[in-house]
């Protein structure tokens, strides 16, 4: 099972994308809309009752998107004296408990807008794909599509083009302020998607980029270089360097060997404290005069607390490329792979990648999401 979290800034746009992804890919479809917590439109998820009754009012709206089952959550059940935010929190928690109970079954959620219905979707099995285009593609595809358009302040937008094409900047000042409304939630949303679909030209382009996503396939949770690497930076958090920080894990048969992180030796001064003349020169050139620094790298830090013993054969993860003293290191421990995810600035005649292939150690770098199409 898999539950995607569609974030969009046009309703238009996002509403396709969610009709696409149950026909094509035969998801179950969530609508979040908002009500006056009295419609009873889906009581039958009132108080969250047990999902194994809902089954049947899958039905509701099926026939929208070629009998796929579709279904809109409310903010019934919730109660009356709550604020809007604690509705809209509601009415998560119920698409939730529905997403989440039906275990032979993935879901599309449309479309989230609170970063408080995103974060109790995130404890899950959950990607979030965020979609966008430019304001001036915007404009002729909401023209094009004026008919399927069934939002109102879609529609009263189009009408101001439409019968007054010299209102453009009319309509333009609408979309403006529509999105200014939105863009302090939704942009906070966008950066925190784990896939985000940034241009398209119509909505066949917008097919194919879903399709090539293949959402189907999604793997919610981390793979092993992922899983370990954010351990790396969550070491890295520890650094007392105020150059940058970084972090290293050495792993082998998946399990955890050591970890490490920049900065001075022990009973030295930590580097934010002046411990390193270097760190704290404003004119240091980066990957240069590295003999001068009182920090220890992380690399280096993690290979010393392991021993070259359990070292031989492991990966190392590490958040930025080695520098060539680590890289020497790595090679005489007998590391067997290395993972990074930033380059370093080092000499144009000194390749570290050359050098540790060269010695039979192979070189990965890890492209992390978020993902832009």
């Not at 807008?113 to 915007?138: M, Q, R, W």
């Not at 909505?203 to 293949?214: A, M, P, R, T, V």
Request: proline share 2%.
């Amino acid at each position: 099972m898999i539950i995607v979290g569609l974030i969009g800034f046009d309703n238009v746009v996002a509403e396709y994308a969610f009709r696409f992804i149950v026909e094509r890919f035969s998801f179950k479809g969530i609508r979040l809309v908002d009500c006056e917590r009295n419609c009873n439109f889906d009581n039958a998820a009132n108080k969250l009752k047990s999902t194994n009754k809902l089954e049947s009012h899958f039905k509701t709206f099926g026939e929208e998107c070629g009998k796929k089952a579709i279904r809109q959550i409310c903010f019934c059940g919730s109660d009356s004296e709550e604020s809007y935010d604690d509705c809209i929190r509601f009415r998560a928690k119920k698409a939730f408990m529905i997403s989440t109970t039906d275990l032979n079954s993935s879901y599309v959620i449309s479309k989230i807008t609170k970063e408080n219905e995103f974060d109790i979707f995130s404890n899950t099995f959950f990607v979030s794909l965020a979609i966008d285009l430019p304001l001036i593609s915007k404009l002729s595809l909401l023209e094009t599509n004026y008919e399927n358009a069934n939002f109102e302040e879609v529609e009263k937008s189009i009408e101001v083009l439409k019968n007054s094409p010299g209102k453009l900047k009319e309509l333009a000042s609408i979309l403006v302020q529509d999105f200014e409304e939105k863009k302090r939630g939704i942009c906070r949303l966008v950066r925190r998607s784990d896939y985000y679909i940034s241009y398209f030209t119509d909505f066949s382009d917008l097919e194919k980029k879903l399709i090539n996503l293949g959402l189907s396939k999604i793997d919610s949770r981390p793979n092993w270089d992922e899983y370990f690497m954010k351990i790396a930076k969550l070491a890295s958090q520890r650094s007392n360097c105020v150059s940058r920080k970084v972090g290293s894990v050495i792993v082998k048969d998946k399990k955890i060997i050591s970890t490490g992180y920049n900065g001075t030796p022990k009973n030295m001064k930590n580097c934010f404290e002046g411990g390193c003349t270097r760190c704290s020169n404003p004119n240091r050139v980066e990957g240069k005069s590295l003999e001068t620094c009182s920090c220890m790298h992380a690399e280096t830090n993690a290979l010393l607390f392991a021993g070259i013993d359990k070292c031989i054969g492991a990966t190392i993860y590490v958040t930025l490329m080695p520098c060539i003293s680590c890289t020497k290191n790595i090679i005489q421990c007998e590391i067997e792979r290395v993972v990074f995810t930033t380059e370093y600035a080092i000499p144009d005649e000194i390749s570290t990648i050359k050098l540790l292939r060269d010695s039979n150690v192979k070189v990965d770098r890890l492209v992390e999401k978020q993902s832009c199409l």
